[in-house]
């Protein structure tokens, strides 16, 4: 079934050639992982058009393993196009390219946004004399003061992190389209299961993969996933920019993304359940989640996420979080060393539990000023629910949180 070089080739020529191509005409339920970073074909004419991209020729122009990822992403998302890059970050910074910031432009990013996300955009702003505005999406006022500002782009979280606040987007992407704005959601802490972004108006969904879509923290990657004359500008400059996702990645990605939609109806029921539990205890000031009737965020979240956006389940996300009462920096510390089921861990999405002190993790690269106008406390605890039995969970949280605040 594979083709073998001629008989009368050398050792060294048959060790290099041989089982190299198979031909078979059967599918693997499970695509292969093509490691090839050059591929060869038998005419001229279709190598020709697979440097324009219609083939795979060359890793850099596109490759097997990333175009299957790009197509599962974007049926997941509703859209017509993804294109996928080596960490969330890159995805970000290909979209800031492709807008062609000029100086005197308006750029706006969530207040209470992902920390290493809006340093960049910061840093990218500051580059290309582009005013930035930071708004609280969630706030009353987030869409009149969009109208006001007249930016070129602006830049939302699906739910913010650390402190999972959630915006109604089509009310923001009409302010944005009103004045013709761009739309960018980075929608990595709800992920396509929970939320369809494009259907909501927004212009670009961005995902960091390596979060709930990978799920098993085994491979970073980012996607953007538009229109196709929106994706289309993105790899071209992707061949340029040489910003690709490895076949590897690509694959244990995929394979990830096989059960996102299982998983993430299994986190959102764990988190809820743990969100309750941690609720009755008196040794915690807040308890953020908007899965809880009581939480600010409950009627937008119940509007976005679930049967009205027409992704599955009904829940509220994986993310939980909360203040342990009058814990300062150390106290966190502590809590992160007396968990023995979770694990403390700077990222969310995995299948076993993962614990973050936020202000010195994932808020870490903003100024305490910047820390403080967004909300975020040196007593906050940020847990991304995996999908252990959600009782063993809390009990070990709300014991670590015992050990953590020490005989009062
Ligand atoms: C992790 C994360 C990113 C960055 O993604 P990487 O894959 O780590 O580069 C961007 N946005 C959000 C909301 C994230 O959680």
């Known amino acids: 079934m594979s083709s073998t070089p001629g008989k009368n080739l050398g050792a060294r020529t048959v060790a290099v050639h041989a089982g190299s191509r198979l031909s ?124 006001e500002l007249k930016p070129k782009l602006v830049v939302a979280e699906s739910m913010t992190n650390p402190l999972l606040s959630v915006a109604d987007l089509p009310a923001i992407a009409d302010a944005c389209h009103a004045v013709g704005a761009v739309f960018m959601v980075d929608a990595t802490f709800t992920s396509p299961a929970l939320q369809k972004v494009l259907a909501q108006g927004a212009d670009y969904a961005v995902q960091s993969t390596t979060k709930w879509i990978n799920g098993h923290s085994d491979a970073a990657g980012g996607a953007v996933s538009g229109t196709r004359a929106r994706i289309a500008p993105l790899k071209a400059a992707r061949i340029l920019h040489g910003a690709i996702l490895g076949p590897f990645e690509a694959w244990l990605t995929l394979r990830g993304l096989r059960t996102l939609p299982l998983r993430m109806r299994e986190h959102c029921a764990n988190a809820l359940a743990l969100a309750e539990r941690l609720s009755q205890s008196k040794l915690l000031e807040r308890v953020l989640y908007p899965g809880l009737p009581s939480n600010p965020h409950h009627a937008v979240a119940k509007k976005m996420f679930g049967a009205s956006s027409g992704s599955s389940g009904g829940g509220f996300g994986g993310m939980v979080a909360f203040e342990i009462r009058g814990a300062a920096r150390p106290d966190g510390f502590k809590f992160l060393e007396a968990v023995k089921l979770a694990k403390p861990a700077p990222s969310l999405g995995d299948v076993a539990t993962l614990v973050m002190h936020a202000a010195s993790a994932s808020a870490r690269r903003m100024t305490p000023e910047e820390r403080a106008a967004a909300g975020i406390g040196e007593n906050l605890i940020r847990v991304s629910v995996g999908l252990e039995d959600p009782d063993d969970v809390a009990d070990d949280l709300i014991q670590a949180v015992r050990t953590a605040r020490g005989p009062r």
């Not at 279709?46 to 490759?63: P, V």
């Not at 390219?97 to 969530?110: R, T």
Request: net charge negative; charged share 20%.
């Open 24 to 147: 078979s005409l059967s599918e693997p339920i499970s695509p292969a992982i093509h490691v090839a970073a050059v591929s060869y074909f038998d005419d001229a004419e279709t190598l020709d058009g697979a440097l324009d991209g219609k083939d795979f020729t060359y890793l850099r122009i596109a490759g097997q393993n990333a175009a299957l990822l790009e197509e599962a992403i974007a049926a997941l998302e509703g859209a017509e196009d993804c294109a996928v890059f080596p960490s969330g970050m890159a995805a970000i910074k290909a979209v800031f390219e492709a807008e062609k910031l000029q100086p005197g432009d308006v750029v706006v990013i969530p207040l209470d946004g992902y920390g290493a996300s809006r340093s960049l955009m910061k840093a990218l702003c500051a580059e290309r004399g582009v005013t930035l505005h930071s708004v609280a999406f969630s706030s009353p006022g987030a869409a009149a003061k969009i109208q």
